[in-house]
Structure formats: structure tokens, C-alpha cells
């Protein structure tokens, strides 16, 4: 086999300035494999050296046959309400749109990296405001209909129309705005962003979950179509009950080993866990830790992890109270002993957080900045200068959500060490997050409250919304022009070195100013009996099973 480094050749014949530059820094010694791979990744590297180049990550499909006609049973969690790309999210939509829908970049969760899906190629201008996508040629919909670049173009102008009620909106706002596309010609897009952007790749791949490539004429409501491009088609979908799907023998890829997927839907993960046991399913999408330990450790089954950027925020209003100093903040963080909150609440699945939401395997991640460790003596001293030394009361509010009840207690524990007196207050996530609007949420509204972040594959997200001034998200009332400037530097930056560098300064003024605690990133799993194979699952939900067998 040809070594690492003698791959380059038609890299270095057909790339651009950027794309040289990435390899340049890798065999220069400036970048790691590991950083060498997503960056390429992003950049579109990999798409210019033939297969030979395309990265592994996305497990194989398994050698075991399937018996005819098979049949594979997924217990999901019940739609919050109706199925469809524009408006998804939910837990339960991703695995359900992508058995019919495709997107046109794959994230691929092992690597963190992408691979070609209905795009074959994707490359910045040297600026990094204008991407320009090649097409994959001969996919048609499942309706007939052949998939252009007005398809793609016409569905990210629905995912951008400030009036669409778009749940990519929050996503994108800033990025690229309706109208901020060109379809070159059938097997051509280009991208125009409303600034320049080093991970656009990932926010129309499908770690953007509503990013389901649908045919320019498309008319709802999509629950009775599923209208899309992949290995699957819709048999029936009934509401709060399950849908069906078989295998689509016209799918442009290698046609799916099970002829039949079912989901069953399940109102809690109590009854997901009573079904699979009682082996009326074959596997579950949504498997936690909390509440799963009959299956965790019974040998019969199969457990599925993913490194996952899924964590959880402790915000601080950081205007008003006693959470406007941030020694008090910081004090907060300090009573957390994160590698036993790891060990307990989430049995090892899982990797201790630093008050930052730039994950470990994310490529820009910084390691050199100190790790915050649980500290009691060095809390209380903060806490004597920010002039409470006999500490203070106040309300935690959060929602009734997976672990998040037994965080909230453990946290409160912490707190109470340091002198500081919680009282607990745990809602329902309609209560919790209410209107979602400042004043009629006490997501937002909260001096001290705790909330779920589902996995992103670039941090991006996690960046903007939480911790920008103004940002949508922000329950911290977080304003903080060098962190807002080191932001748009980091997002606007398409050399990887460079964007490390800046990440970096963004991780240590985090750390700093603490205006979120976050404890640790939690792994994403699924549990699958001992005779199913070759299930990709992805953090962000989705399922794929086209490649899966029952032996």
C-alpha cells in the first residue's frame, strides 16, 4: 500500500492555493494527521484525489446476508409533532427523514470529517465567502423527477426565507441569506455567504439536520411523500404510532441489504428499553446511560458509542446579581469534580468539559489550556473577594430531561460545599423553554439554569448563539466585544493553524470570564441486538441502515 505521504499527487495537481497549503503545513510537521484530515475534509481535499483518498470513518457495510424480505425494528422516541425538513427538531426526526433524504454532504461522526454525498466536490474562493458545490450526476427522486442544482438551490432558499418558519434559520442567520445561491448549471451551486465562513461545508451537510435536498416543485405536507433522494421510501407513516419504509430499487448508490425498515414509537425511553428487552425491536436510537443500565450491562446486546460534542450548559446571568462578578462564576466551577460526575452519572461515556464548548475532537480544539479542576479552598477564596465569603442563596432552574434532574442535585451538592444554597427547581421542557423569547422563558429569563446542547460537528453553533452579544441563545446575558471579535476571526478563518490559534483564545477567555459551566460532552449511543450489523448511527441522530444486516 502506497504510504501517507506519497498520496498528494493529484491533490497537489488540481488544488487551489488553500488546499496546497493544508498538505504544506501537514508534511511541514504543523499539523496532526487527525487535523490534517477534517481540514481537508472541510476544504473539499479529499475529493481531488479519487477514492484512494476519500477518508474511512463511516463503518463498512457487514459480509452477514440477510434472511429475504428481512425486516429490521427501530424503538423511536415519539414526534413531538409533524415530520418535516423545514421545521425538524426534535430527537425523532433525523433517523426519519434520513431513510428517504439525503443531504448534500455527509458528516461523518467517528472522524469528525465529511464525505461526498448527493455533492461530489466542494471548494472555497481564497476568500472563503463564495463555495461552489459539483453535483452528483443521474439521482433522481423518488417521484422521477432528476435532482438539479435548482433543487439544491431552491431548498436552502425555503431553509433561509425569514418567513418560512425555518428551524435552520437560527443556524444560518448570518451565513448565507435567502437569494445566496446560484444554481451555475444542473450539476453546479455556488454559495454566496454573507461572510466569509471556514466550516460552511458542515452547516449544509447533514450535521444540519433540515438540510434534506427536496425538488424545487416540492409540496407539502411531507409526511405523505417522504419526497426524497435515498435508499429508502416511504410504505406508511401513521402519527404516534410508527412508519415504514422499503427498500427504493432505483437509489443512484448501492441498493439497501434489508428490503424493510419499521419504527415503532415509543412515548418514553421506559417503554423503548421494556421493547427491546422483550426483543420486540432490534435496536433503539436513543439510548442513554440514565435509565438504561439493564441494557448497558446485559451482554446480549450491543452498544453503539460515539465521541459526541452533546453537552450541557450552566448559564450565569453575568449582568446583574451576584453572578456579575466573575469570581462567583468561577467559584461555581471550581466546586465540580467533573471526572467523578464522568465515572457516576454517565458511567465513563463521556469526556470531562472545560467551560468552553469547543470539544476534544473537534480540530480546532486547544489542549494546552489547563484543565479546570475541582478546587474547594480556591472557590471560597474567590468568593471572600467577589465580597460574599459567607456565601449566598439562589434558584436553579432546569428542565426534566435525560440526567439533567441528577446533575442538577449533584451540582447543587457542589455549590453547597462552597457555602452557596440552591434550591432546585425542575420543569418540563415546554415549561422550561416556554416562548423561547427573552421574558417569557426561563431559559433565558433564569439567573441560574441548566440546559441541553445537542451534538454539532463543528462548534460553530455552540459559538454564536449561547455566547455572542445579542446572540439568540444567549441565557448568560454574555456581552463581550473581544470574545464577539475572536468569533468572527475564528469563524472567517479557513487555515486550519490559524483557526486553532484563534480557538485557542477563545477557550482561555471562556475559561476566564465563565459565563457557562459545562461539566463534560457526553457520548451519543444506540443499542442493537447481538445479530444486527453494519447500523451507522450518527450524534446528530440520524440512522442509516441501507448497508445493515440481520444474521
Known sequence: MKSWRSRFGAVRQNG????????????????????????????????????SLVMPGIAGAADAASPANATIRVGHPMPSGAIDPLTAFDVASPALLNQSGEYL???????????????LSWQPNEKGDVWTFKLRKGVRFQDGQPMTAKDVAATFDRLTDP????????????????GGRVARDDETVEFHLDAPNGSFPWYVSSDTVNAVILPANFKGPYEQSFMGTGPYRLERFQPRIGASFVRNDDYWGNKARIQRVEFKFYGDQQGQILAMRGRQVDLLTRFTVHGGLALLNDPSFRIIGMRSSTHRQIHMHTDQGAFKDKRVRQAIAMSLDRDAIVRGLIQGRGVAANDHPIAPFFATFDPSVPQRNKDIAGAKERLAAAGVPNGFAATFTTEQFLEMPDLAVVVQNAAKAIGVNLTLKVESQEAYYGAGTAGKSDWLDSPLGMTDYAHRGVPDAFLRGPLLTGGAWNAAHFANPAYDDLVKQYIGTLDVAAKKQVAGKIERLLVDETPLVIPYFADSLIVTGANVHGVRPTPMAQLYLDQATLA
Request: charged share 20%.
Open 16 to 51: 487551489s492555493e488553500l488546499q496546497n497549503h493544508v498538505v504544506d503545513e501537514y508534511l511541514a510537521g504543523r499539523l496532526s494527521r487527525r487535523e490534517l484530515l477534517k481540514a481537508g475534509s472541510v476544504l473539499g481535499l479529499w475529493t481531488l484525489g479519487g477514492s
Open 105 to 119: 454532504v455527509n458528516a461523518d461522526a467517528e472522524s469528525a470529517t465529511l464525505h461526498p454525498a448527493l455533492a
Open 163 to 178: 418567513s418560512a418558519g425555518s428551524a435552520a434559520r437560527a443556524i444560518m442567520r448570518g451565513v448565507l441569506s435567502k
